[in-house]
């Protein structure tokens, strides 16, 4: 099983991203799906994540701005990013934890490559 993620770039400040990311075909379930980041030098930080029975939660700086969904027929979450801010630039990392899959392996969690999202000033 592997998170993919994608939708990072380059954007001026006040503009906006989505970022998409997408279990393989292998999963069934995946209990909660999410994003961190992490900027240089400081420490990787959980942005938001969304449980499959539909409660989402976020860091207190990217709320109002950032909506996290998903859709659990296709074990995929986005992060629609809005009114971007120069220290919103990072590495974001997706996320997904208790993952089942088909044939039955549990994994508590499980990390997708980061995808570099930079704001310009």
């Known amino acids: 099983v592997q998170l993919q993620a994608s939708g990072g770039g380059l954007v001026q400040a006040g503009g906006s991203l989505r970022l998409s990311c997408a279990a393989s075909?292998?999963?069934?379930?995946?209990?909660?799906m999410g994003w961190y980041r992490q900027a240089p030098g400081k420490q990787r930080e959980l942005v938001a994540f969304?449980?499959?029975?539909?409660?989402?939660n976020y860091t207190d700086s990217v709320k109002g701005r950032f909506t996290i969904s998903r859709d659990n027929a296709k074990n995929t979450v986005y992060l629609q990013m809005n009114t971007l801010k120069p220290e919103d630039t990072a590495v974001y990392y997706c996320?997904?934890?208790?993952?089942?899959?088909?044939?039955?392996?549990?994994?508590?969690?499980?990390w997708g490559k980061g995808t570099q999202v930079t704001v310009s000033s």
């Open positions: 969304a449980s499959s029975g539909g409660s989402t």
């Open positions: 996320y997904g934890s208790g993952v089942l899959t088909r044939s039955s392996s549990w994994y508590p969690s499980l």
């Open positions: 075909g292998s999963a069934v379930s995946i209990q909660r």
